[in-house]
């Protein structure tokens, strides 16, 4: 793990390789990937509360945390950090895709879920013919979508901007689109 990352960083990614498993089961890479951005989305949402004891045994859905954590955060950061409609669209997406595999055994939208998912992805891929590219497509979307997200959670915590993003955000980058 890169030293120079804060520790929130650091303990971020830590979350991501114990529980994100690098798999050819989609099911699995879905259920995980979206729990943890539902992780981050409760995180992003009480550093927003005054009182964020107040939600504790609160129950709201994924669906609900993804608007809220929207309405408080909006599409950027004073420190110039861009979180776009993209973002957004990606997690709206995800969970479309997480409840048709939750609630049904043999899916059958599966293939038009995971490709409404990617194409909302920051280069948006080209439509997978096989299904081991899928799977790969979709593992790495998810990475990355959990990797934008982690980075506002870290703003949101520290008031820092990761390290490795500082540069790109004085230079005005969009880090979804590039």
């Known amino acids: 793990m890169n030293k120079s990352l804060s520790p929130e ?8 390789d114990a529980h994100l498993p690098s798999s050819d089961d989609p099911t699995l890479v879905v259920l995980k990937g979206h729990l943890l951005a539902e992780e981050i989305l409760e995180n992003l949402i009480k550093s927003k509360c005054r009182f964020p004891e107040a939600l504790e045994g609160v129950e709201i859905g994924f669906f609900l945390k ?22 957004w669209g990606m997690l709206e997406a995800l969970n479309s895709l997480r409840n048709e595999l939750a609630h049904a055994l043999e899916p059958k939208k599966l293939e038009a879920k995971i490709q409404r998912f990617l194409s909302f992805a920051p280069k948006p891929n080209k439509k997978t013919t096989s299904k081991q590219e899928s799977n790969i497509a979709l593992y790495t979307a998810i990475v990355g979508t959990l990797s934008y997200l982690a980075c506002f959670e870290t703003i949101a915590l520290t008031g820092e901007i990761p390290t490795r993003l500082s540069d790109n955000v004085k230079n005005g980058t969009d880090l979804f689109t590039t």
Do not use: C, M, W, Y
Not at 9 to 16: A, D, W
Not at 67 to 84: E, F, M, Q, V
């Open 9 to 16: 960083v650091q303990e971020r990614f830590k979350r991501f």
């Open 66 to 87: 993804a608007k809220l954590a929207r309405a408080l955060i909006g599409n950027s950061h004073p420190n110039g950090l861009l979180l776009t409609d993209s973002v």
